[in-house]
Nanobody, 122 residues
């Protein structure tokens, strides 16, 4: 079955950086767009960024534009999220996700990974 295993979370001071990874298995990696979402305690899960199957199209939430960078390595079946200039409001559980098709546009999420916790201290 599809497995999406996120890692790389941790505790960091404001202004610091983290790189999240999401290793995928049980699927043909290049058949799917992928994304990152996050959820703070007591809040709804929110979109962070998405990337199409080839890496040729990328989208970000306004709140992370210019600070976060999403990428994928199709040879390694791995999705990444480079997070720079972190803020306390970036704190939450970060989830990787697989969309239903090769594009994230007008598509829903078909599978979720487990979360990895990111905590940014002031």
């Amino acid at each position: 079955q599809v497995q999406l295993v996120a890692s790389g979370g941790g505790l960091v001071q404001a202004g610091g950086s983290l790189r999240l990874s999401c290793a995928a298995s049980g699927m043909t990696f290049t058949n799917f767009a992928l994304g990152w979402f996050r959820q703070a305690p007591g809040e709804d899960r929110e979109f962070v960024g998405a990337i199409n199957w080839s890496g040729g199209a990328i989208a970000y939430a306004d709140s992370v534009k210019g600070r976060f960078s999403i990428s994928r390595d199709n040879a390694k079946n791995t999705l990444y999220l480079q997070m720079n200039s972190l803020k306390p409001e970036d704190t939450g559980a970060y989830y990787c996700a697989r969309y239903y098709g090769r594009s994230y546009a007008n598509s829903g999420v078909g599978s979720w990974g487990q979360g990895t916790q990111v905590t940014v201290s002031a």
